[in-house]
Each structure stands twice: as C-alpha cells, then as structure tokens.
C-alpha cells in the first residue's frame, strides 16, 4: 500500500530504530553516539539500505552545522555504500536507497556552495541529475538546483492541461505585472494544511497590491488510508481535501501535473517560490513558512 510509504516518508521513527535513534543523537549534536549506534548495527546486521539511510543523516546533520570536511566525509561515505549496493539492485527498488543515495548528492552540493564555491556544485549537481534523471531522485537533486541557481531567473513554465477548480490556471506569463506565490501542495501533506491560512490571511491583506496565489499539485495514485486510485478517482477526491482544508484559497488556481512538481524540484511539502511583477523568481523555499516570514518576503517585492 502507498500508505506505508507515506508513512516512511512523513514518520521518522517509521523508518526503524536506527534511523530515528542516529537522528535522535545528530539533534543533540552527539556525533560519536550516532556513530555508535551505526557500528552496532551493521556489526549485527551488515550493510543494509536502512543503515546507509541512518548515515546519510551524519552528512545532513554536519552540513547543517558548517562543519564542511566532516559533512564532506560522511557524503562520501554514504555514496560509496550505495552504488557498491546498487551493483545488486535498481535504485528505486525500495525507498532507503534513493534517499541515502539524495542526501549524499545533496550534502556535497552543499558543502560546495558552503565553502564559496557554489558554480562547482551546480554543476556537479547538472552531472548527477543526468545521471540519475530517470529515478525518483529527480525532484530532490532539481532541488537543489533550485536552491543554488533559481533565483533571479525566470521560472519553468507550468504544465496547465489539467487542473482543479472552475477555469483552466492561466500561464505564468500571463501574470507579469502581478507578484505571484507559488504554493506546490500535495492531499496528504499536514504541513501544506498549516500554510493555507497564513496563505489565506497574505491573500487577503496583499491581493489588492497584486498578490496572487497560485497552487500547483499532483496525483499520487492513492486517497485516504493509502488506497490505491488512478487519476479519476483521486482528482475527485483532492477536490475535497481543497474544499475541506483550503476553503480561503478556492479561487487559486490548481494545476495538476508531475511534471511540474519535477521541474520545480518540489520534493518538500509545501514548496514556496515567490515571483515579482516582472516574472523573476525573488524566493524559492522548501518547507512551510510562518506568517511574518512569508510577509517579509511579500514586502520586499510589493
């Protein structure tokens, strides 16, 4: 069921013990106690995709510390284990790999970008979504991109064929002269749920300066309690979910597309990417934002 990979995903202590516990001691900023728990288990269990994903997380948790030969080490690490363990089987065979596998990629980005060199990461990024472009790591290393070359661009455009709601989404071209926040969401995201009333509240106190929201969202192939839908059974139900839980947003227009979610790299549920009145992307953030956050950003290009 696709619920339980929904669970993987959203519940850390899902994903076992080891995990949750390395995790666990990385928040406490007890590098030798992860380490630890990581030698016990693979002195018991080996090399498994759980345990490469529990070390993958010494790299997130040192790279988000700055501390930058550390996090490059554990990358390292991580990488080597998952294509020594790729050579007996495809990446997307269960979800532990491709997420060890993503962190690493995006760890040494990181700790490019970090250490001022950050057209090297781009491009060692560009290299590993060649590679990689083809599995679900796609939107992850797009991400990341994201993060270290969208800003101040011009967005991808949108895939608006199909959509949610009343009228067809128009194209982001259509809305120069209008700043526009992208909100990429998804029906089973509790944090997307969080950021509808403060998008809400924004949309009503910044609307008349030329705010507009706009919703993008995909079909996951499943509805409540994981079950299985194709696309005619989950567009009614997503419907619902907005009527429910996005009552204040039902004028934002809602593409629905994969495909947009790949080119935005919107791996993190809500994905926010700010537009200004000439087009460009002013912001582009994975992760919900607060309210004073968000209006922050607003006023600097309203």
């Not at 790279?63 to 550390?70: D, E, P, V």
């Amino acid at each position: 069921m696709r619920l339980a990979l929904l669970v993987l995903l959203l519940h850390p202590a899902a994903l076992g013990a080891i995990v949750a516990d390395v995790r666990a001691a990385i928040a406490k900023d007890d590098f030798p106690a992860a380490e630890k728990l990581i030698a016990d288990y693979r002195a018991k269990q080996g090399v498994t995709a759980v345990m490469i994903e529990a070390h993958s997380w010494l790299g997130r948790g040192a790279l988000a510390r700055k501390r930058y030969g550390q996090a490059e080490k554990y990358a390292e690490d991580t990488r080597r284990m998952c294509l020594d363990m790729l050579r007996t089987r495809k990446i997307d065979d269960e979800t532990h790999l491709p997420t060890a596998l993503g962190a690493s990629i995006e760890v040494q980005a990181g700790v490019l970008a970090g250490r001022g060199r950050r057209s090297e990461g781009v491009s060692f990024l560009n290299k590993e979504m060649a590679r990689w472009r083809d599995t679900s790591m796609r939107a992850r290393i797009q991400k990341n991109l994201n993060l270290l070359s969208l800003v101040g661009t011009a967005p991808p455009p949108l895939e608006t064929k199909d959509w949610i709601g009343k009228q067809r989404p128009p194209a982001l071209s259509q809305l120069k002269g209008k700043v526009v926040l992208l909100f990429f969401w998804a029906h089973w995201c509790p944090d997307c749920k969080y950021q509808s009333p403060i998008l809400a509240q924004l949309r009503d106190k910044y609307e008349s300066k030329g705010l507009v929201i706009y919703g993008p969202t995909r079909y996951y192939g499943y509805v409540a309690r994981g079950e299985d839908a194709p696309p005619e059974v989950e567009k009614p139900y997503i419907d619902r979910i907005r009527h429910e839980f996005y009552s204040g947003l039902l004028d934002m227009p809602v593409p629905v597309s994969e495909e947009n979610f790949k080119i935005y790299g919107a791996s993190t549920m809500p994905t926010l990417v700010l537009l200004d009145r000439q087009g460009l992307v002013r912001m582009y953030h994975p992760g919900k934002m607060t309210y004073e956050e968000l209006a922050n950003e607003l006023d600097k290009v309203l």
